[in-house]
């Protein structure tokens, strides 16, 4: 099984910026798609970020322009540069990676989590 574990994680003032990373323990070849998530007390756990083995993103509105996913090959990671950080940002983020099987199925791992807190 794919192991995920997030680092990065912590306490940052509004405005300012955080650097989230997923280290994946089996290649990250093997994976056809891999993002983040976040949940904040009381919430749903959302979507934040996604990226395909084709490079294509996606992002949650409320993080579009603020937010990059990206992949680094050499470190096989996923990371999430997060700027412009606000208090309602702040939320446990989750690492999150989809492999599809065969016979059209697919398997969706999940790390621990992170916490990321915005505040003065």
């Known amino acids: 099984q794919v192991q995920l574990v997030e680092s990065g994680g912590g306490l940052v003032q509004p405005g300012g910026s955080l650097r989230l990373s997923c280290a994946v323990s089996?290649?990250?070849?093997?994976?056809?798609?891999m993002g983040w998530y976040r949940q904040a007390p009381g919430k749903q756990r959302e979507l934040v970020a996604a990226?395909?083995?084709?490079?294509?993103?996606n992002y949650a509105d409320s993080v579009q322009g603020r937010f990059t996913i990206s992949r680094d090959n050499a470190k096989n990671t996923v990371d999430l540069q997060m700027n412009s950080l606000k208090p309602e940002d702040t939320a446990v983020y989750y690492c999150?990676?989809?492999?599809?099987?065969?016979?059209?199925?697919?398997?969706?791992?999940w790390g621990q989590g992170t916490q990321v807190t915005v505040s003065s």
């Open positions: 999150n990676a989809e492999r599809r099987l065969p016979f059209g199925s697919s398997q969706v791992y």
């Open positions: 089996g290649s990250m070849f093997s994976l056809n798609a």
């Open positions: 990226i395909t083995s084709g490079t294509s993103t």
